[in-house]
């Protein structure tokens, strides 16, 4: 009896799980709400728009730019562009920017 109550209750919790993981959204990119946010931010706290940002990360590490995206920093105070680009070779980089004052505070290769 034992086994059998251990049994439907391991059974009980895989399909709560599996119905709790059906009903979460999806977690894809949706850019138009993106780059509505960003300009929205961006026009609030004085900073440069994603097109300067795309424009300057751009110079700085030519390619096709694959994302943008508008971030606080971390470990210091202020506000990141990352700008994702792709090279002629296929190589992915990623160029930070201030969002303040546009100037190009990294340029890194994507490994992974």
């Known amino acids: 009896m034992n086994k059998l109550l251990q ?10 799980f599996c119905g709790l993981m059906a ?7 949706d850019d138009g709400d993106d780059i ?6 961006a026009k609030a706290f004085g ?7 795309k424009s ?3 110079a700085a590490k030519p390619g096709v730019v694959k994302e ?8 210091k105070s202020g506000w990141d562009y990352e700008v994702e680009i792709v090279d002629a070779e296929g190589a992915e980089w990623e160029v ?3 969002a303040k004052t546009g100037k190009v505070n990294s340029v890194n290769r994507d490994w992974f």
Do not use: G
């Not at 009903?23 to 990119?29: I, M």
């Not at 509505?36 to 931010?41: A, I, N, R, S």
């Open 7 to 16: 049994k439907s209750t391991n059974i009980l919790m895989i399909s709560l």
């Open 23 to 29: 009903t979460q959204p999806a977690l894809a990119d």
């Open 36 to 41: 509505q946010k960003m300009t929205e931010t």
């Open 47 to 53: 900073f440069i728009s994603w097109e300067d940002a």
């Open 56 to 58: 300057k990360a751009l």
């Open 68 to 75: 943008v995206e508008l971030e606080r920093r971390k470990f």
């Open 96 to 98: 930070y920017l201030d």
